[in-house]
């Protein structure tokens, strides 16, 4: 993540944190601004998310590829970023062969009420403080080598656009994953090509991307998951 003259014209960055059973918790910048604005139905999205719960509506459940890790949180992400995810899988920017496989399968219908039922799901928890704990001094120079905040907001989770995701509270596991795809190049099966976050992640170690990813993670968020009554 290396601050680059682009932020200054594109509000930038992640952590999509997001969307898939593989995988961002990291960003659908590009796929935001190419996705049709559609207006999303919550009740309609609810109808239609059998195949997003029976990951995303499970606690802590995990998905093994391309590493087992959990599957993000998305009950309380925006509904734009949703959108712009199931847009960046389906053209195979973000490269997970069953996420590629779900999102073929949607219009631009289903993906905006998809959006909309998960952006509503489990509101009335609380919102997340507007203020949080600051990272250790390690953990704030890695931040701030990419501006973070600058795209997501001081507390992660009011990202400056809605098509950007909210990183608070999100899992850790997924986090990292989700940063190493953007550092990954070349590979069919794996991998995340948006330009800005691809060049954002580069500059990192593995060892320091957990170190963000950990941080992120022990934030209070908006994102949780909500347990669907036929899996208890």
Known sequence: MKTRP????????LLAALLSTGGLAFSGIASAQDAKAVAGD???GEKKNALCAGCHNITRYQASFPEVYKVPKISG?????I???LHAYKKGERKHPTMRGIATTLSDQDMADLG????????G??????????????VAALLAK?????CHGQNFSKPIDPSYPKLAGQYADYLYVALKAYQTDGNPRVGRSNAIMMG??????????????????????DVHTVQKSDFR
């Open 6 to 13: 682009v932020l200054a014209t594109i509000p930038s960055l």
């Open 42 to 44: 919550a009740a309609a």
């Open 146 to 150: 990419a501006n973070c905040v600058s």
């Open 77 to 81: 992400q925006n509904a734009k970023y």
């Open 200 to 221: 954002m992640a580069q500059p990192y170690t593995h060892v320091e991307l957990k170190k963000i990813s950990s941080y992120l993670a022990s934030l209070p968020g």
């Open 83 to 85: 959108v712009a995810a």
């Open 116 to 123: 909309a039922f998960y952006e509503q799901q489990g509101k």
């Open 125 to 138: 928890d609380g919102a997340a403080p507007d203020t949080v704990v600051a990272p250790p001094s390690d």
